[in-house]
């Protein structure tokens, strides 16, 4: 029995086979568009392996272009009906360095 996941797994060949050969100008052209604005954030949505392949470029864009960058989860709230929850799981991540109190 074939998952969702195996199944996107299976499609990045073609799909990157696709955007090579129909879509490098259009590539190049909104990468020649971003870099001349001044972006301070980027929120990547993206499902699947597709989500693995944004986390991947997130960090490359914090190292990189020293840009905030969020992940959004859209496929835990359309595919999988399972959005996050969204009480704090670990005060520690949420204190002050100035205080050390809870914010």
């Given amino acids: 029995m074939s998952s969702l996941l195996h199944s996107e797994i299976l499609e990045q060949p073609t799909v990157i086979r696709r955007l090579l050969d129909f879509e490098t100008?259009?590539?190049a052209e909104?990468?020649?568009?971003?870099?001349?604005?001044n972006i301070r954030y980027v929120?990547?949505?993206?499902r699947g392996t597709s989500d693995n392949a944004g986390a991947i470029?997130?960090?490359?864009?914090?190292?990189?272009e020293r840009l905030t960058v969020?992940?959004?989860t859209p496929s835990l709230f359309s595919?999988?009906?399972?959005?996050p929850g969204?009480?704090?799981?670990?005060?520690s991540a949420f204190r002050?360095?100035?205080n050390r109190r809870t914010l």
């Fill in 25 to 27: 100008e259009r590539v």
């Fill in 30 to 37: 909104i990468g020649a568009s971003l870099s001349r604005q």
């Fill in 43 to 46: 929120v990547i949505a993206a």
């Fill in 57 to 64: 470029r997130a960090i490359r864009l914090w190292r990189t």
């Fill in 70 to 72: 969020a992940l959004a």
């Fill in 79 to 83: 595919v999988y009906q399972q959005p």
């Fill in 86 to 91: 969204w009480k704090a799981r670990s005060s």
């Fill in 96 to 98: 002050s360095r100035a």
